[in-house]
Nanobody, 118 residues
Framework: VQLQASGGGLVQAGGSLRLSCAASGGTFNKYDMGWFRQAPGKEREFVARSNRISGYTYYADSVKGRFTISRDNAKNTVDLQMNRLKPEDTAIYYC????????????WGQGTQVTVSS
């Protein structure tokens, strides 16, 4: 499956951004979808995940209550709505897919930059 992320940009602290990830080349509803991020000088970290069937969502503590992941299995997209952004949310954001046969996210998009100014 190929993943294409978009929607990043520059925003002031307290603002909002919506990231979108379009998937192609696979059966979308056979994948758990996730968002990860990597800040400069830091390791990549988990942000949010959406279960392929139930739609169950799970969030990192650092974004819980501010970010919302949503998927549209008909459109093969997964979005990340980010509200009340903080400077520490600045990072490259990646969408990723985890197939039913794997315990890890095997497929990754190219990343989109999110910069939050103070």
């Amino acid at each position: 499956v190929q993943l294409q992320a978009s929607g990043g940009g520059l925003v002031q602290a307290g603002g909002s951004l919506r990231l979108s990830c379009a998937a192609s080349g696979g059966t979308f509803n056979k994948y758990d979808m996730g968002w990860f991020r990597q800040a400069p000088g830091k390791e990549r970290e988990f942000v949010a995940r959406s279960n392929r069937i139930s739609g169950y969502t799970y969030y990192a503590d650092s974004v819980k209550g501010r970010f919302t992941i949503s998927r549209d299995n008909a459109k093969n997209t997964v979005d990340l709505q980010m509200n009340r952004l903080k400077p520490e949310d600045t990072a490259i954001y990646y969408c990723a897919a985890r197939p039913t046969s794997s315990s890890s996210f095997n497929y990754w998009g190219q990343g989109t930059q999110v910069t939050v100014s103070s």
